[in-house]
């Protein structure tokens, strides 16, 4: 069973940028296509943005595109997110997901997602 665990949450100011990393204990992390996803209180989870096991195809949720890049490292085991100008509508906290698919096709509902990691918190002040 793989563990996930995120690091690089905060408090920004709007327009600031973070960089959210997603560390995997799996040494098959190559084999996973990973996701992440974020859920602001009293709302549900929501899909952020996608990416394949080769990091060749990548997905987002429309409210984050031309400002978050998904990006992963299969080497160390890591899948980032880098979030720039940064507003305060996307205060939540953010988890990364892991899946065994055996093609490429982006999935967005939470329920494709077996491994989670235990979220960590982005607050953007206005």
């Known amino acids: 069973q793989v563990q996930l665990v995120e690091s690089g949450g905060g408090l920004v100011q709007a327009g600031a940028s973070l960089r959210l990393s997603c560390a995997a204990s799996?040494?098959?992390?190559?084999?996973?296509?990973m996701a992440w996803f974020r859920q602001a209180p009293g709302k549900e989870r929501e899909f952020v943005a996608f990416i394949s096991r080769k990091g060749d195809i990548t997905s987002y949720t429309d409210s984050v595109k031309g400002r978050f890049t998904i990006s992963r490292d299969n080497a160390k085991n890591t899948v980032y997110l880098q979030m720039n100008s940064l507003k305060p509508e996307d205060t939540a906290a953010y988890s990364c997901?892991?899946?065994?698919?055996?093609?490429?096709?982006?999935?967005?509902?939470?329920?494709?997602?077996?491994?989670w990691g235990q979220g960590t918190q982005v607050t953007v002040s206005s």
């Open positions: 799996d040494r098959t992390f190559s084999s996973y296509t």
């Open positions: 997901a892991a899946a065994v698919w055996p093609d490429s096709v982006v999935r967005r509902a939470p329920s494709m997602y077996i491994y």
